[in-house]
């Protein structure tokens, strides 16, 4: 048996290779989405295919799935996997997201022995489909969204499968980006092999193996110390999706949550069966949702290994919204699965104020801006998510301009990057005061306000938004936020105000304009400190007169007048019990 600091030092090793591989991708991709917006994961498994054993920060709702697509190689593989192998799935009801997140996978080896799996799950900024970006807000069936790749040897003993590569440039808009952040992401996964290699030269194959096994016995050990301080009980929550993209019904959604010494369970059963539109969310993607919220309430610093999540158990009926069936389409699969995050939120934030906040803007707002640029006669495509408003907590006001839960660790994208490479011109990017927040005692973050004018003869925009008719929930006293939307303004016609808008065709000086909304509050505003509502008006968060009839604070000669305030928030307070607002 290794001795528990030689333990450590493997232990670590393994999450430094998966680092290390998450870097090099990023340094060495073709498309911005890629190296600017850092649009992916990694990790690496054991060889059994229990989960994950080590990953690096990356997007949490990918890095939930990579146990899922280990599983799918093993189902198909186990007999037939070898050194150099590289595989690539992308289908998303056993082991994905949508068609654009490609997984692949390397079997890692030492001699004849398969020692486990380095995974990284990228975004594909073109795949084919029936419009530029291959994920659209229209699709109907998943046949539209691109090309499938089911689980199929992408290399064979380390030599490049050349037919299936001749395939996916060939259903690409844009095969040098594809091909380009598909070497990349094989080159990176190498250099975690290497070092891999290294420690087991170094420890010995058999303390490898085993600090893996012992990285999953902590996991196990810590998320049953975690989950004995959470409140026991049943919790429910409820909410409405605003629509599937191809109608304009609300699709309702809801959630249980058990909570035992011994168990977490997820239960989406109530929920909407899948629908026509592509915001389908696959079980994997549903399952990874749950996980974000599961570490936000245990232990946000633990390791995201196999262990931790075990237990975590989520039921979610096939053929529903949380679990679809194929050939169901998933193109914008973050509108459900974002709610899947949020519901377990919504159930849980009053019972554990500490750990969680009021409801935060929540949609991705995924964003393609593309077309020909006719100065270089090249395709150029802006695939990005949108930051927004988080909800207020318990004791401070929520943040403003970070990405929503599913996306974790994706950053905002470089305006200038954008405008050197593409015939686009970022007009604004500012906080979102037009909004505003959610008002509380504490109140929401601020979304943003993004505007793109497009310098091109002619780009297509699409864009999924959610939470534009359900705004983002206060608690305890606290208001929602505002909705996210989008406004296209087009020579010669209305500006038009949107949710959901699939490959419109923009020409030379046409303008988006991307609003995120601000998160909810947290309690009354009338509790509000009055400094603090001072300071928004000073910051030009809110105005004068939100400071006067939201949360009752008079300001005069730029100074709170607590006289004026104390009678006014009387009043009003007053006005409340009288209407029955406040029992």
């Given amino acids: 048996m290794v001795d528990p600091f030689t333990l450590e030092i493997i232990k670590n090793g393994l999450v430094v290779a998966s680092e290390e591989m998450f870097y090099a991708f990023g340094r060495t991709a ?31 709702g990918f890095s939930g799935v990579l146990d899922f697509t280990i599983r799918e190689v093993l189902g198909k593989w186990k007999s037939d996997i070898n050194p150099g192998d590289v595989i690539a799935t992308n289908i998303p009801y056993s082991g994905g997201t949508h068609l654009n997140d490609v997984a692949l996978i390397m079997p890692m080896f030492t001699k004849d022995t398969l020692v486990g799996f380095i995974v990284n799950k990228g975004h594909w900024s073109e795949i084919g489909g029936m419009h530029f970006g291959s994920w659209s807000s229209d699709a109907t069936e998943i046949f539209q969204e691109g090309l499938q790749l089911p689980n199929i040897k992408l290399y064979i003993g380390g030599k490049p499968n050349r037919d299936v590569i001749d395939i996916i440039s060939a259903n690409s808009r844009m095969p040098n980006a594809t091909l380009g952040d598909m070497e990349a992401q094989i080159a990176s996964m190498k250099i975690a092999a290497r070092r891999i290699n290294t420690l087991i030269e170094k420890y010995g194959l058999d303390n490898v193996i085993e600090a893996m096994d012992k990285l999953i016995e902590d996991g196990v050990k810590l998320s049953k110390l975690k989950l004995a301080k959470l409140p026991k009980g049943k919790f429910e929550a409820e909410d409405y999706i605003d629509d599937d993209g191809i109608s304009d019904n609300p699709v309702y959604v809801k959630v249980r949550v058990s909570i035992t010494d011994n168990e977490f369970i997820v239960d989406f059963t109530g929920s909407s069966n899948q629908v026509n539109g592509p915001i389908n ?25 196999a262990g931790f999540f075990s237990p975590l158990k989520v039921i979610a009926p096939e053929g529903s919204i949380f679990n679809p069936r194929k050939p169901a389409p998933t193109s914008t699969y973050w509108e459900s699965m974002s709610y899947a995050t949020d519901l377990v939120w919504k159930a849980l934030a009053p ?28 395709p150029f495509a802006i695939v990005e998510p949108q ?22 660790e994706t950053y905002i994208a470089s305006a200038e990057v954008y405008e050197r490479k593409m015939p686009i011109l970022v007009e604004r990017e500012s906080l979102n005061t037009e909004d505003g927040p959610g008002h509380g005692k504490y109140r929401g973050g601020l979304g943003i ?6 310098l091109s003869k002619e780009a297509y925009f699409t864009v999924s938004i959610g939470r534009s008719k359900f705004p983002p929930w ?22 038009r105000v949107a949710r959901k808008i699939a490959a419109i065709k923009l020409e030379y000086g046409d303008k988006v304009s991307l609003h995120s909304a601000g998160g909810g509050g947290w309690g009354d505003p009338l509790d509000r400190d009055p400094e603090l509502v001072l300071q928004d008006v ?46």
């Fill in 538 to 583: 000073k910051n030009e968060y809110i105005t004068h007169d939100i400071a006067q009839k939201v949360y009752g604070v008079v300001i005069e000669n730029g100074k709170v007048n607590y006289d004026k305030t104390l009678n006014l928030r009387n009043i009003m307070r007053r006005s409340k019990i009288l209407s029955g607002t406040v029992q």
């Fill in 281 to 305: 969310s696959p079980l994997p993607a549903t399952v990874s949702a749950v996980r974000e919220t599961y570490m936000a309430i245990t232990d946000p610093h633990a390791l995201p290994n």
């Fill in 30 to 60: 073709k498309s911005p989405v890629i190296y600017e917006v850092l649009d992916y994961a990694v990790g690496i498994t054991d060889s059994k295919g229990r989960g994950l054993v080590a990953q690096a920060p990356g997007v949490p």
């Fill in 474 to 495: 206060g608690i305890n006293g606290g208001f929602s936020g505002p909705p996210n939307y989008a406004v296209i303004y087009k020579k010669g016609e209305k500006p």
């Fill in 351 to 378: 019972y554990i104020p500490d750990k969680l906040s009021a409801g935060h803007f929540l949609s991705i707002l995924a964003t393609i801006l593309g077309g020909y640029d006719e100065k270089t006669g090249e």
């Fill in 387 to 408: 930051p927004g408003g988080w909800g207020g907590c318990n004791d401070q006001d929520g943040e403003s301009a970070l990405v929503a839960s599913g996306d974790g």
């Fill in 449 to 454: 306000i993004k505007d793109y004018v497009v």
